[in-house]
């Protein structure tokens, strides 16, 4: 079975800009949560989605948007970017987004640079 | 407020050693669960275990042993006869059993096992 996979792997952007990362969650799972990663603030939550349904959001901006397909594809999308958003960004699927019962798998991340 | 706290942020030991990660929580919550995530360089996060706040059982998997104890709040992970292939970042996380269902992840410690 095929894991989680991002693209792309790498990005490079300017402050201003806008950018959108994608995540193809393991076939089945149908709720995909966002992680961003930097060495400051370490592994934050961002939102999960589940039935192309937002059901959580951490505290991030409404700079960070998201949105999930009917095939349970999702895609993030950070615009006027700002130094500090440079990081990784995780995404992790499951299959109901039950954290006790379900298992989080995450994928290798983008790596946003910002400059 | 939910919180993890991992207070070695690096630990570098010889292979064959058995090494410690501490990891201690604060939450309100009377219920929750409790995880250990392991990072490889490769950047994707890798599910080891989940503890339920209800079971203080420690549990064993091979080389791997997880200490529950609720009284201090900590979930301690013990790596007996370290391999270099150990050598990662470990990330204890919490979520909640009701409402939101996310992780809080504590800053890391990046384990070396060196030959």
């Known amino acids: 079975k095929a894991g989680v996979t991002q693209t792309p792997r790498y990005l490079i952007k300017t402050r201003g800009q806008q950018v959108t990362l994608s995540c193809s969650p393991i076939s089945g799972h149908r709720s995909v949560s966002w992680y961003q990663q930097t060495p400051g603030q370490g592994l934050q939550f961002l939102f999960e989605?589940?039935?192309?349904?937002?059901?959580n959001k951490g505290n991030f901006p409404g700079r960070f948007s998201g949105r999930q397909f009917s095939n349970s594809r999702s895609e993030m999308n950070v615009s006027t970017l700002e130094l500090g958003d440079s990081a990784l960004y995780l995404c992790?699927?499951?299959?109901?987004?039950?954290?006790?019962?379900?298992?989080?798998?995450f994928g290798p991340g983008t790596r946003l640079t910002v400059l | 407020a939910q919180k993890v706290t991992q207070a070695q942020t690096e630990i570098s030991v010889v292979e064959k050693e058995d090494v410690t990660l501490d990891c201690v929580y604060e939450?309100?919550?009377?219920?929750?669960?409790l995880f250990w995530y392991k990072q490889p360089p490769s950047g994707e996060l890798v599910f080891l275990i989940r503890r339920n706040s209800f079971d203080e059982q420690n549990e064993i998997s091979g080389r791997y042993s997880w200490n529950f104890q609720k009284s201090t709040s900590s979930f301690n992970f013990t790596i007996t006869a370290s391999q270099v292939v150990d050598s990662a970042v470990y990330f204890c996380?919490?979520?909640?059993?009701?409402?939101?269902?996310?992780?809080?992840f504590g800053q890391g410690t990046r384990l070396t096992i060196n030959p």
């Open positions: 996380a919490l979520s909640p059993i009701q409402g939101a269902q996310k992780l809080v």
């Open positions: 992790a699927s499951s299959l109901s987004g039950t954290i006790g019962t379900d298992t989080q798998y």
């Open positions: 939450t309100r919550d009377t219920t929750y669960y």
């Open positions: 989605y589940f039935s192309e349904t937002q059901r």
